[in-house]
């Protein structure tokens, strides 16, 4: 086989591969002894049909597929043995003549191939970067006290209604003078939340209520013309709200009170376990220690959000073949048109040039991760999703057990691989370039973070 590459503007290859019958003849052959072995053919013992009649029924195809494999390993091969920076798949060139497979080799095939443009990024000692530290100050451990507080809180009974309470009771429907409509709609024991009420009129209509005191209110006026929420409240169908336009008498049959678990013990031993914790200042210590971890994962993250931005203004806008990435952007999205394609090309390149920065710092900083690593960062996963349900005792067996689980799902192993490598390069260039460390409260870190309207 003969293999030539062009390349004169540096990111638009050319392959040509001139297939010989020798390339391919062999496989060819063995193919179709082992097609004669399996072929079961009329008036013929099995293994036994003439060769010549096999060819004729599978030598075609065969012979198709001999050659793709042909082509496909020698393409690889080749962009393997050259370091050629390939971006996607090798295309079938434009002016790809077409090739008659019934006539004998040679064949010639060519390809379009995607180069990645040449540039060189480095990072160290006389690079600068903003690195951000999140302040734990007692406000902040106060705010995650208040939160695992509310978490581990409960209902009680109540006799006086209050804001935020949620209060129980019959509702029926009222006629124009007043009385209970014939007819209508009753619900007994129905759930009302006074405070998510969005008229201020009708809202009004419930403070200082007593258990057994009957309201009067307007629940289209009372959740401004919001049939869901209307339709929720009085059992019926979205479609029929608008035959319910009138008062509705609400007695009140249960109030209940939301209250906050103390801080004492019982909170101590709820959020981390039996025991772990004897006191209030070593459970804000513990928080304040927790709130660190968290927070300096937050910092690394917008570190790298910087890096990126740094890389990025360092490198400049790089020169990309842009109408043969479009033809393998939209080979990649056989679904979808032009228009996509042209919609959302420039915020790929903006993806792909990160993506080939990124390439260039793991290299330099011979950043490798494992199945360990990537097992960590499923595990760090779990760890925020439990987390985020107020779960931060959450027993090792279970960590492994979910992380195990994420990891069965192919479609979330490539987001883990990246969070790993991102953790491993995050650490690496902390300790490469100079930080320009910054403290800063998490409230306004958050603005910061906020996207640009």
Known sequence: MKISFENPDKINGKLTLVVEDADFKDDVEKTLKQYRKRANVPGFRPGNAPM???????????????????????????????NIDMLGEPLPAEDQKPQDLDKPAPYTFVFDIAVAPEFKIELNGKNKIDYYNITVDDALIDKQVDMLASRA??????????????????LRELDENGNTKEGGITVEGASLMPS???????????????????????????YADNDTEVSSLLKIERDKVNEHTGNFSYQITGINH????????????????KDEVKDEKAFRNRIADELKKQLATDSDFKFLQDVREYCEKKVGKLTFPDALLKRIMLANNKDKNQEFVDKNYEPSIKELTWHLIKNQLTEAHNIKVDDNDVKEAAKETARIQFAQYGMNNVPVEYIENYANELLKKQENLQAF?????????????????????????????????????
Request: no cysteine; glycine share 6%; hydrophobic share 40%.
């Open 196 to 222: 998510y009420i969005k008229d201020d009129e009708q809202k009004k209509l419930f403070d200082g209520a007593k258990l057994g005191d009957i309201i009067t209110f307007n629940p289209r006026k009372a």
């Open 153 to 170: 809180g409960k209902y009680v009974e109540a006799k006086e209604y209050q804001e935020n309470d949620m209060l129980k009771g019959d």
């Open 258 to 273: 939301f209250e906050k678990a103390e801080v004492n013990q019982d909170l101590f031993d709820n959020v981390f376990g």
């Open 52 to 82: 010549a009649m096999i060819k004729r029924q599978f030598g075609a195809s065969v012979k198709m597929d001999a050659i793709n494999k042909v082509v496909g390993d020698n393409i690889s091969k080749y962009i393997k043995d050259n």
């Open 417 to 453: 691989v990246d969070r790993a490598v991102d953790v491993k390069l995050t650490a690496a260039l902390k300790e490469a370039v100079k930080l320009n460390e910054k403290e800063i409260s998490l409230d306004d870190f958050n603005k910061m973070m906020e996207p640009a309207k």
